[in-house]
C-alpha cells in the first residue's frame, strides 16, 4: 500500500520560514517524480512546486518562485518543502503527492495523495 505522509505544518508568522516533510512508502520512489500542491478555504487546489526523479531539475509557479525551495533524498524516500517568506496567503493545507511523469505532476493528475498538513501563516 502506497502511503504518502507529509509533517511540518504549523503556525508561523510573517515572514517565518518551515520545512515541510513527506515520507513515501509502497513505492519505488526512484520511479516517482514528486511535488506539493496547497488548497486554502473556498479555493482550488493550487500547484506550488514539482521535482523530477532524479532531484536535477525543479519547478514552480510565479507565486513561490524565489520563496519555496522543493528537494527530495531517494535514500530516505522523502520530498521536502522549504518555505521562506511565508505570507499570509500561503496559509492552506498543503498536499504531497506523486506520479511517474512530470507533466502529469505538475497538472495535478497524480497517481498518489498524501494526506495533508495545515499550514497557517499570521500577518
Known amino acids: 500500500q502506497v502511503q504518502l505522509e507529509e509533517s511540518g505544518g504549523g503556525l508561523v508568522q510573517a515572514g517565518g520560514s518551515l520545512r515541510l516533510s513527506c515520507a513515501a512508502s509502497?513505492?519505488?520512489?526512484?520511479?516517482?517524480?514528486t511535488g506539493w500542491f496547497r488548497q486554502a478555504p473556498g479555493k482550488e487546489r493550487e500547484f506550488v512546486g514539482a521535482?523530477?526523479?532524479?532531484?536535477?531539475?525543479?519547478s514552480y509557479p510565479d507565486s513561490v518562485k524565489g520563496r519555496f525551495t522543493i528537494s527530495r533524498d531517494n535514500a530516505k524516500n522523502t520530498v521536502y518543502l522549504q518555505m521562506n517568506s511565508l505570507k499570509p496567503e500561503d496559509t492552506a493545507v498543503y498536499y504531497c503527492?506523486?506520479?511517474?511523469?512530470?507533466?502529469?505532476?505538475?497538472?495535478?493528475?497524480?497517481?498518489?495523495w498524501g494526506q495533508g498538513t495545515q499550514v497557517t501563516v499570521s500577518s
Open positions: 503527492a506523486a506520479d511517474r511523469l512530470i507533466g502529469r505532476l505538475i497538472q495535478g493528475e497524480c497517481d498518489y
Open positions: 521535482i523530477h526523479w532524479s532531484g536535477g531539475s525543479a
Open positions: 509502497g513505492l519505488t520512489f526512484r520511479s516517482y517524480g
